[in-house]
């Protein structure tokens, strides 16, 4: 179908973090990242406010969850019960979304109680009939909306965008390349001073793609590979602190979740650009020794590839914990838009909450200068961050693995893919009750 037909729409947006508007207020970036993730649960996003809440008395979302709210707000939000909602729906309803031809996206609506969203290309009463009888008993509600264009016809025009955007704009890096299941169109990122002298070609691109499509500028991103949990072992947990080669002040990554193969060999995945280079045994102060934890196994990371990668360890100190969390990791489930998340952070030595953005991303990895596929969300990162583990709690004992964070701009490796790609393996997970409980 040509541009016309589907009323192809070339936007340009320049994006920038909330300037700071006195000294009390807190770091610039951790400000802009708790504006952003309020604003993405329906929550005022105001800057003054915000910053007055953050670390105070009142402030009971930032140790849960990593987000301020205050207690009003966090029981508003209700978390849990939007996690909970999210794998309910992945296990009912998604299988029977993939069949639908007339499929144009499936997201849940952060700022409108987590409620699920399918949009179709052409809206039959017997297959709204279908998915609602397949919607779980605890509902946060469904909305039907129609859309022009399939989640497959996006997927195809994002992988045609490399193509043209080679030919078009060869002298301009793109950032990241995602496909926006909200607003039913591409999304291209670039830095934010190549703009104004991209956009003509970019409208170019975007004629030949056939599908909307926005470009955004913003600072670039940087893979946050270089944190205070330096003491995990017998068993270890996701979210611990990884050194390369060497024990120094150098930090490197971070442990994600622990999987395991055919035969019971229990390894665990992290980033994969973590790995591109140099010394391939992994370390940490807390195994006692020559604080080996294991050495590199596969990796998924290459040009147009995923950042992910696995990483032999001791089957002794395989668990089904993440740092700082009492859920077990009980097995893993494919990132969805609006799907609330939190990640284990290793260097910055907190778990933070968000949410996902796009289960369909390319972005530019600098590391090696690669292109990579992956998920996106709005959860912050910063350098040694990468390869924490992303994950949904679904309950108050139970959790399920999402991703493996990236970079700084939340980008992660979707969890589902390396167990098929680099395996298979198999989400370590915990034995029934009474043996742990």
């Known amino acids: 179908m040509g541009a016309s037909a589907l ?34 649960l329906g929550l005022v996003a105001d800057p003054t406010e915000t910053a007055g809440l953050m670390k105070s008395d009142a402030d009971v979302g930032s140790d849960m969850w990593g987000i301020p709210m205050t207690a009003a707000e966090e029981g508003r939000v209700d978390l849990p019960g939007r996690m909970q909602f999210a794998v309910d729906v992945a296990q009912s309803v998604m299988p029977a979304l993939e069949d639908l031809p007339t499929l144009a996206g499936a997201y849940f609506d952060s700022a409108s109680n987590g409620e699920l969203v399918v949009a179709l290309t052409e809206i039959e009463e ?11 008993a605890s509902s946060r509600g469904l909305r039907i909306v129609e859309r022009q264009v399939t989640d ?5 025009a994002l992988k045609l965008s490399a193509e043209l955007w080679a030919r078009f704009l060869p002298e301009v890096p793109v950032q990241s390349a995602a496909v926006d299941s909200v607003r039913g169109e591409l999304v291209f990122e670039i830095d934010a001073r190549a703009v104004e002298a991209a ?11 056939g599908v909307q499509s926005r470009l955004i500028g913003a600072d670039p991103a940087e893979d946050t590979a270089c944190t205070s949990r330096d003491n995990c072992a017998y068993p270890m947990k996701g979210g611990v602190r990884l050194y390369k080669g060497v024990i120094d002040s150098y930090n490197e990554c971070t442990m994600a979740f622990h999987v395991y193969l055919n035969n019971f060999d229990d390894q665990f995945l992290t980033a994969g650009h973590c790995g591109y280079s140099g010394s391939n045994n992994w370390l940490h102060p807390g195994i006692a020794g020559n604080n080996v934890v294991g050495t590199d196994q596969a990796t998924l990371y290459a040009p147009e590839g995923k950042d992910l990668m696995r990483i032999q360890m001791d089957d002794a100190q395989a668990w089904y914990y993440v740092y700082g969390d009492p859920r077990w990791i009980v097995g893993s489930t494919y990132p969805q838009v609006g799907m ?6 290793g260097r910055a030595a907190t778990i933070s909450c968000g949410t996902v953005t796009s289960q369909w991303v390319r972005w530019y990895s600098n590391t090696a200068g690669y292109y990579v596929w992956g998920g996106d969300s709005n959860l912050p990162s910063i350098g040694g961050d990468s390869g924490s583990p992303i994950y949904l709690r679904y309950n ?5 693995a999402v991703g493996t964070l990236s970079n700084t701009s ?8 390396a167990l098929s790609e680099l395996g298979p393996l ?12």
Not at 126 to 136: C, T
Not at 410 to 417: A, H, Y
Not at 427 to 436: A, E, K, L, T
Request: with cysteine.
């Open 7 to 40: 009323g192809v729409a070339l936007a340009v947006v320049l994006v920038a973090a909330p300037a700071a508007t006195g000294t009390s207020l807190p770091d610039s970036i951790e400000l802009a990242s708790a504006l952003e993730r309020r604003a993405a």
């Open 126 to 136: 017997s297959v709204a009939a279908k998915i609602d009888g397949l919607m779980p």
């Open 152 to 156: 497959a016809a996006l997927s195809d």
């Open 199 to 209: 956009t003509d070609r970019f409208g170019s691109i975007a004629s030949q793609l």
């Open 340 to 345: 609330p998340v939190c990640a284990s952070r």
């Open 396 to 400: 108050a004992q139970e959790a399920f």
């Open 410 to 417: 939340g980008n992660f490796g979707i969890v589902e893919q």
């Open 426 to 437: 198999w989400i370590n997970v915990p034995p029934p009750c009474p043996g742990i409980c």
